[in-house]
């Protein structure tokens, strides 16, 4: 049966493709701004699978341009009236709807407080982009479906592109033209018997490490909200210092391993669940796995694979929900627009 979900998912190739031809102007306005007045560190303000992004955009930066970042919690600024020194601070505000107060109002404070502000949108005339020096929308167009998928990947294409273009990175920026059509490969994974295997689920973790572990958090994040699965990620670091001891055979482990040094410890520890009767899925671009292998495409870039992994994950996380009895298109008690304070 199809979705909103899965449609809003299949638009995302043709999505990049025109995203990468639009908004020149702003992206040099940008590299203009940063070059002119570099950044001594980076912070993000987001929530939801917006903050996701930002911590896949966290990554992009430290690999590219050495930068440290922050995730500032809204409620500094909203609920508490406090605004950190963020002068000499590159900040984003990311955001599908560009709509929510907490969000807006700590992006403001960083503009008011002197920083570069940059306003991650798919609404370009929403208030969170009024309040920022500049602003790259995501065109990812209408997005009917509660979980946000399309916005998600076009967040995340807009950040690498953004770096591409600010650090002159000729290989990451080749990488992108060819994403959509590694995109449209991925959105075809056959994820075999993963469906069935998890259906039956009441726990989970989903494993990642360095710029896969946010699309951990993103995959976590829709399996709650699409399946109503109590779904936790991990580095394959981080769940060695105590979260693997209630791992057992009733507890799966989705294992998220892209092609780089990250993805073979990810495959390494679920290699160990496995080996102690442990319930495992692997999504791997390698031509094997622990558990139940899961191919996915060839690596494009080590910085966008993660996106050509999350591309893949979402079909299967619809096709989940059916099976558990759910709407992915309607999460019990959520809206598209949520408004914190």
């Not at 979900?5 to 702003?26: C, F, H, K, N, Y």
């Not at 992994?309 to 309607?330: C, E, S, T, V």
Request: proline share 8%; aromatic share 4%; charged share 15%.
């Amino acid at each position: 049966m199809s979705s909103l979900m899965l449609q809003e998912v299949g638009e995302t190739p043709e999505r990049v493709t025109a995203m990468l031809r639009s908004d020149a102007d702003a992206y040099a306005a940008v590299k203009a701004a940063l070059d002119a007045r570099p950044p001594v560190f980076a912070a993000t303000v987001a929530r939801g699978s917006s903050d996701h992004a930002a911590a896949y955009g966290a990554m992009l930066l430290a690999f590219t341009a050495d930068l440290a970042t922050a995730s500032l919690p809204p409620s500094l600024a909203s609920r508490y009236g406090v605004a950190p020194r963020l002068d000499q601070a590159l900040v984003l505000g990311l955001s599908q709807s560009g709509a929510s107060p907490d969000i807006v109002q700590s992006l403001e404070a960083a503009t008011q407080g002197g920083a570069t502000t940059i306003a991650i949108v798919n609404q370009p005339g929403s208030p969170l982009a009024q309040v920022a020096r500049h602003c790259l929308p995501q065109r990812a167009g209408e997005e009917r479906s509660v979980a946000a998928t399309k916005s998600f990947m076009l967040t995340c294409v807009v950040l690498a592109r953004l770096v591409a273009t600010w650090r002159a990175d000729a290989a990451l920026a080749a990488a992108l033209e060819a994403l959509p059509e590694r995109l449209d490969a991925a959105i075809g994974t056959d994820w075999g018997a993963t469906v069935d295997l998890l259906a039956p689920a009441t726990n989970l973790y989903v494993l990642g490490r360095g710029p896969t572990l946010p699309i951990a958090g993103e995959a976590a994040l829709k399996l709650k909200e699409t399946s109503y699965l109590h779904a936790e990620a991990f580095s394959a670091a981080e769940v060695r210092h105590g979260p693997k001891a209630v791992i057992d055979s009733t507890f799966p482990l989705l294992a998220i391993a892209t092609g780089d040094a990250g993805g073979a410890d990810t495959t390494a520890f679920a290699a160990e669940v496995e080996a102690a009767g442990g319930t495992v899925v692997t999504a791997t671009p390698a031509s094997g796995g622990p558990g139940l292998h899961v191919q996915l495409p060839p690596p494009l870039h080590p910085l966008l694979d993660p996106i050509t992994a999350i591309a893949a994950f979402y079909p299967m996380a619809a096709a989940l929900a059916r099976a558990r009895g759910h709407d992915p298109d309607n999460p019990r008690g959520l809206k598209k627009v949520t408004s914190t304070v």
